[in-house]
């Protein structure tokens, strides 16, 4: 998966009467549909390489897909932390090692369980080449490094869009019987749909930019490391060969990769129930130098990552407590 090569600007939104809309039973209706639970799909943490070969292969056009959402749940019980996993990812993104995890590890931590998902031919379009367009973590309690925890993974809200059909992936981890972290994580699968023929939206002016509070300096290496850490091994990330037949003229850095690391500077003043919701823009080019903007707001603050000389955006960003 990788983040949405266009502009932040371009908010996705349902339309009404989309196809996210679910049909209601009403209550004590005489025409109660029954219908069956979802499948849920208890299994160990999934394997990143198997994930991948699956995508690899669900990328071939003869797949068939059958349009609509997956009917399952994966469910990865007594998932346990590994602290050499956190202090390597807190190594590589510039956050902080200690007692719980930081607030985007789970993200790395469950991304198998969510390609696993992905990855599947009952899901209603290939994962590779698809687009991380959005992600949006609530974490209702820290999550210390030796809490075992259990994890559910399903996908909803499939809707069109003016470039293509977008999906929600939901992840929720629970310690014990209390929901600790949420994740949403948008994907967009570029096609044509009933939406494509609407207006393209007029592309924002780039204001006059201050100079930027830190300037973060991504390298291939480090992004190579993030991907062994977090099991994501698109070679759009990972090799300037494989960026090339996406369309990259070299690698790009991961976008949770980046909504990690725009963190640093914020993450010793976060509180322990906290949201934060990220967009992504134009992909980071590797290596590369990047521009954090960091501005205090009543609820938390906003972030954003620019390019240094053309000032337009790699991901914008809010945090707020809850």
Do not use: C
Request: glycine share 8%.
């Amino acid at each position: 998966m990788r983040e949405e090569p266009g502009s932040t600007d371009e908010r996705l939104r349902e339309e009404p009467g989309s196809t996210d809309e679910r049909l209601r039973e009403e209550p004590g209706s005489t025409d109660e549909r029954l219908r069956e639970e979802p499948e849920v799909l208890t299994m160990s943490q999934p394997n990143g390489l198997l994930n991948m070969a699956r995508a690899v292969a669900g990328a071939l056009p003869f797949v068939p897909r059958a349009g609509g959402l997956p009917e399952r749940t994966v469910h990865v019980p007594e998932l346990r932390i590994d602290p050499a996993n956190v202090a390597a990812y807190a190594g590589v993104t510039g956050l902080r090692f200690g007692d719980t995890v930081p607030l985007t590890y789970p993200f790395a931590l469950t991304f198998p369980s969510v390609m696993s998902l992905a990855t599947g031919f009952d899901f209603p379009f290939a994962a590779m080449g698809s687009v991380h367009t959005e992600n949006h973590i609530t974490q209702y309690r820290p999550i210390s490094v030796s809490d075992t925890l259990d994890v559910r993974v399903h996908a909803e809200n499939l809707r069109e869009h003016r470039k293509g059909l977008l999906v929600d992936i939901i992840t929720e981890i629970k310690v014990g019987y209390d929901l600790a972290w949420r994740q949403t994580t948008t994907f967009l699968h570029q096609q044509r749909t009933s939406l494509s023929d609407e207006p393209r939206p007029e592309p924002p002016k780039q204001p006059k930019l201050p100079p930027p509070n830190a300037v973060l300096s991504i390298s291939a290496s480090q992004i190579r490391s993030y991907a062994a850490i977090g099991g994501d091994h698109n070679p759009i990330h990972t090799s300037t060969v494989g960026a090339k037949l996406f369309g990259f003229p070299t690698a790009i850095a991961h976008g949770m990769f980046s909504a990690a690391a725009v963190l640093a500077n914020i993450e010793g003043q976060l509180p322990d129930a906290v949201t934060y919701s990220v967009r992504f823009g134009k992909p980071v080019l590797l290596p590369a130098k990047a521009g954090l903007y960091v501005e205090s707001t009543d609820s938390g603050w906003e972030l954003a990552l620019r390019h240094l000389l053309k000032g337009y955006p790699h991901l914008t960003a809010t945090v707020a407590a809850l």
